[in-house]
């Protein structure tokens, strides 16, 4: 069983394998098919069903549409593989291992006959996925991402692509099949390549589909295709092909047009199966967030993210769609007694490790041959692109292509400014209202003084000076410098605030998981300012709230619990403009410090501001 | 699609001259009904029924390419499971996995290597299990009846007269549950794959090429069914009528091409049948009712006149295993692998357990002292040319 699963190599394209497998090429069933039907006619003089026609046609039209949001990918000598469209604009999804040898720039074929270049944007060398851009059109044929918990054992699916790089024409490969598991684990080659909760089919996989997608009978997007079980028949599929679920890959998708390095998450925990067949903790890292929210050795993991851990695959398998830093609820058992914590996913990789994966340095993936690697990475000089894609390349560490975290920030920035409009907010923020017991609370924001009255006690900090010394109130890990930097922000905007990154996406509450629709993940922007780490949480496009800051993490220092703020808006809540929360929730650590219910919300202009002795430029 | 039928074609004797044409037409009309989605929930409750039967086995191996998983389905509510005659039986713990991820130990009721076939008992009561005597799995769904009433898409009206009696014939649509690469674990659901029956031809065709104790009918299918772990999974057609057992990997060793088949339920039956009765299937009688030739392996035990004769070697042939091995005249066989034995007949069903192409590792006495004595990978079994009907139980 260990070497029984491998990565589709990249085919070389010099050589052309006899084939001997069951090569089921779309294209020859379907025209059999048609082939038989009309002699079937004639010579038995036999009618064919209506629905049986219908569903003929029905498939015809599907791998028509399908086929052409497909992409052969050509990664010059080291071969290539396929790709899948998923927005008009061109952004494509393939895999990791097809894009590593060809470095930052491929050429990509449709089966309309042009080939068109693309740019490297985001990488997930740990689940085998990449993001690349073709660039050339904005009315590129796409797919849509479907909901792969959906998929059932026994639905007919598709695979399309370029296996053996056959598609010298453009033309892809059709193959059809049914598929025969979901949520499988297949073990990663060292760190990295590893597929959890993935889908596996008995439509053909071969050398050559990777990248390309797996469809559903409507003809979305369920899956991406990326690897086979081989054993003794030599790499031709065997009927036994694996795809990254297309929920995984939407849990990643914000991060990877980020143009981020992606890292995959860890609980800081391992466990293995008892002998009740149960998943215990077997060991547990005391400097993780698991630890620190209380879960211990010999603790039994009932559920993560909202899913059932049976087996320690299920586990594996619910870590392994998801992002490091997310939070997740995690429920476990000890004694008997049922406990429910939130986690924060830890990454896997040390960020300079993952770089030298993704460059190719380290081989932690499957054997690759020697000398191959773009070495031009090598140098901070940012090799010579083609010319299409030359201005769409920026190199940065932690990131495999700048450039559209860049895009991302600024349309985020945008739709941030827009959700404030043009209301001049410069002055002094009042806050008022009441805590979950009825007692008062009031909060006050200026460009020089910040301060929060509790029924505990008074706390306040100047936010011109340095933010990570005061954390406070006590206990909060930080809550009015958070409310400081969510001011700034919406004042100033995060360019100007400090330097702000895009970073994906994220659920801006534990409870929205697992992710079921795309709008309930925000888009996150990171900024350092003052010496503390802010993580802001902007509502997506699509949504009612698009644009609305709904959240923020702060680091006052990188060890420490975040403080976690959430603003929340009552839809009937109609007298205060859109981005005013009604109701701002704080959490650190283990403790839920408060719900501040807001019953007034007034911006106080500056030059009444009795505190201010000097305004600092803006 | 019609490359396999074609290799198909070449190698097997086909025992009809149906019009391979109408066959592929009749597959390809309801392979078209199910892709357009009509009959989804009718094939999500077939698989769903049939893989509650199948059982996740785990047993000896996990080294040199052996694997130490394989598949059984469950045949009776009490917990009897059929699977193949493998290595992975060869351990004192035999443990199984239920669809539900319930997992028993199981013991081994007995072996029939006639037709590579074993029967398990574990320790359940109310369990599903695929019936041998032809019915349909537990509960019909509307679906599959809806399709017998109207008669017009059902495989054996279109395919003409019946060449096997009870068999499935060519072009029937099936689907294969299996432990395939050990991929589904705890209760992970077993792989389901899909496909036609190409084919019923007997393996005995294939002797030569493939070789296999069993030589009854075969289903050849024209998708890749038999790979690791595969062996002893499900056979079943697309509306939930059980057809067979899958069969081990079996490659021909002239053209190096691997077989897709699957043992038809009737010889499963008989198997069955036979092994819980008893009958000549214990297993020391059933390795010693078909006795290793040690000539295969390069030498020749002392005439056998004995109730227990010591196992001395009386010669050794030339260019032989045996002879480059270094085994000589007048040494006592005293060990067939772990296993001690003390008698000629015993070395010959020892040596009869022992899977095709594995290591034989001996022991002798020679000089007083005990001497290890390699010879090299077993070779097929010449098994006497097949006597009836054993097989034909249940046509």
Redesign the interface.
């Known amino acids: 069983?260990r070497d029984?699963?491998v990565q589709m190599p990249l085919v070389r394209p010099a050589r052309l394998p006899d084939a001997?497998?069951?090569?089921?090429g779309g294209w020859l069933?379907c025209c059999?098919?048609v082939m038989?039907?009309s002699?079937?006619l004639v010579?038995?003089g036999r009618e064919?069903?209506a629905?049986?026609l219908?569903?003929?046609q029905?498939?015809v039209e599907v791998v028509s549409k399908i086929s052409a949001a497909t992409v052969a990918v050509f990664a010059g000598e080291q071969g290539g593989g396929s790709g899948v469209i998923v927005s008009p604009d061109g952004y494509a999804l393939t895999n990791f291992h097809v894009v590593q040898p060809a470095g930052l720039a491929m050429r990509c074929g449709l089966n309309n006959g042009q080939v068109y270049d693309a740019i490297l944007v985001g990488l997930d060398p740990t689940g085998d996925v990449a993001v690349i851009k073709l660039v050339g059109r904005d009315d590129f044929p796409y797919a849509r991402l479907a909901d792969s918990d959906a998929v059932?054992?026994?639905?007919?699916c598709y695979t399309v692509g370029n296996p053996f790089l056959l598609a010298s024409n453009l033309q892809p490969s059709v193959s059809?099949?049914?598929?025969?598991?979901?949520?499988?684990y297949?073990f990663p080659a060292g760190t990295i390549l590893e597929y959890t909760d993935c889908l596996?089919v008995?439509a053909a996989i071969n050398p050559g589909n990777s990248g390309g997608p797996l469809f559903d009978?409507a003809g979305d997007v369920i899956g991406v295709n990326g690897r086979a079980?081989f054993?003794?028949?030599g790499r031709v599929?065997?009927?036994?092909g694996y795809a990254i679920s297309s929920n995984q890959l939407r849990n990643f998708m914000g991060s990877l047009r980020s143009g981020l390095l992606v890292d995959h998450a860890t609980l800081g925990a391992t466990v293995a199966t008892g002998a009740d067949?149960k998943v215990y903790v077997s060991d547990i890292l005391e400097s993780s967030d698991a630890y620190r929210r209380g879960l211990r050795y010999d603790d039994e993991i009932v559920s993560l993210a909202g899913r059932p851990v049976?087996?320690v695959?299920?586990l594996k398998n619910v870590l392994g769609i998801l992002p490091a830093g997310w939070r997740v609820p995690l429920v476990f058992r000890r004694e008997g007694r049922v406990e429910e914590i939130t986690v924060r996913l830890a990454p896997v990789h040390a960020a300079a490790e993952l770089a030298e994966i993704a460059a190719g340095r380290r081989q932690s993936g499957p054997p690759q041959r020697p000398g191959e690697g773009p070495a031009e990475e090598e140098s901070p000089v940012v090799p010579k692109l083609p010319e299409p894609v030359r201005d769409l390349y920026e190199t940065k560490t932690g990131f495999s292509n700048y450039h559209f975290s860049r895009l991302q920030r600024d349309r985020v920035t945008a739709a941030l400014r827009a959700s404030v409009g043009d209301e001049n907010l410069r002055g002094v923020w009042e806050i008022d209202g009441t805590l979950e017991d009825g007692r008062p609370f009031r909060i006050e924001l200026s460009d020089v003084l910040a301060t929060i009255d509790l029924p505990t006690g008074t706390s306040r900090l100047d936010p011109r000076e340095a933010l990570d010394k005061s954390p406070v109130p006590p206990g909060s890990g930080g809550m009015l410098v958070a409310l400081v930097v969510w001011r700034k922000l919406l004042l100033d905007g995060p360019e100007t605030v400090g330097r702000t990154d895009a970073v994906g996406t994220a659920p801006v509450s534990p409870d929205l998981l697992p992710v079921k629709a795309e709008t309930s993940l925000a888009d996150l922007l990171r900024t350092d300012v003052g010496g503390v780490s802010a993580e802001t949480f902007v509502a997506m496009d699509g949504g009612p709230t698009a644009g609305r800051v709904v959240g923020v993490d702060l680091w006052a220092s990188p060890q420490a619990d975040p403080c976690e703020v959430r603003f929340e808006r009552d839809p009937a809540e109609a007298s205060r403009p859109a981005w005013m929360p009604t109701v701002i929730e704080v959490h650190s650590g283990s403790t839920r410090f408060g719900r501040f219910s807001i019953r007034s919300f007034q911006v106080r202009p500056a030059d009444s501001d009795a505190t201010s002795t000097e305004e600092p430029a803006s | 699609m019609r490359t396999h039928t074609r290799s198909g074609e070449s190698q097997c004797r086909l025992r009809t001259r149906q019009d391979w044409c109408v066959r592929l037409c009749v597959a390809a009309v309801l392979f078209a009904g199910v892709a357009g989605g009509e009959t989804a929930s009718a094939s999500e409750a077939v698989i769903e029924l049939a893989a509650r039967t199948v059982v996740k086995i785990y047993g000896a191996g996990g080294f040199r390419g052996l694997e130490s998983y394989q598949t059984g389905f469950l045949v009776s509510a009490e917990g009897h499971v059929m699977t193949a005659m493998s290595t992975v039986l060869d351990s004192g713990e035999i443990d199984c996995v239920l669809d539900d991820g319930r997992r028993y130990e199981a013991s081994l009721l007995g072996i029939d290597p006639r037709r590579e076939m074993a029967l398990l008992k574990l320790d359940g009561e109310g369990l599903p299990f695929a019936p041998l005597d032809g019915g349909r799995l537990a509960s019909r769904t509307a679906a599959a009846e809806a399709d017998e009433r109207t008669g017009e898409q059902n495989p054996p009206a279109a395919a003409g007269p019946l060449p096997h009696g009870d068999l499935a014939p060519p072009a029937t649509r099936v689907y294969a549950l299996s432990n395939l690469f050990g991929v589904a674990v705890g209760d992970e659901r077993v792989s389901v794959q899909q496909g036609v029956v190409a084919a019923v031809v007997p393996l005995a065709a294939r002797r030569g090429a493939y070789e296999a104790p069993y030589a009854g009918d075969v289903y050849l299918l024209d998708f890749t069914v038999n790979n690791p772990g595969s062996a002893g999974g499900l056979l079943v057609d697309v509306k939930g009528q059980p057809l067979g057992m899958l069969g081990k990997e079996l490659r021909s060793s002239a053209a190096g091409i691997w077989l897709n088949y699957a043992i038809p339920l009737p010889e499963v039956a008989a198997s069955f049948h036979a092994l819980l009765t008893g009958e000549s299937t214990e297993m020391e009688a059933t390795a010693e009712s078909f006795p290793f030739d040690t000539r295969l392996l390069g030498f020749l035990l002392v005439p056998d006149i004995l109730e227990k004769t010591p196992p001395f070697v009386e010669a050794v042939i030339e260019a032989t295993p045996a002879a480059t091995a270094g085994l000589r005249e007048d040494d006592l066989v005293v060990a067939v692998g772990s296993r001690s034995v003390t008698s000629c007949a015993a070395v010959a069903a020892e040596l009869s357990r022992i899977d095709d192409g594995d290591a034989v590792r001996i022991s002798v006495i020679r000089d007083g002292q005990i001497v290890d004595v390699n010879l090299g990978p077993r070779p097929p079994m010449r098994l006497p040319v097949a006597e009836e009907p054993v097989l034909g139980e249940g046509r």
């Open positions: 069983m029984a699963t001997p497998g069951r090569l089921r069933v059999s098919c038989l039907l002699q079937a010579a038995d064919v069903a629905e049986v219908a569903a003929q029905h498939r059932r054992v026994g639905d007919a059809l099949g049914i598929v025969s598991g979901t949520h499988r297949q596996q008995d009978a079980s054993e003794k028949r599929n065997v009927g036994v067949g049976r087996t695959n299920a």
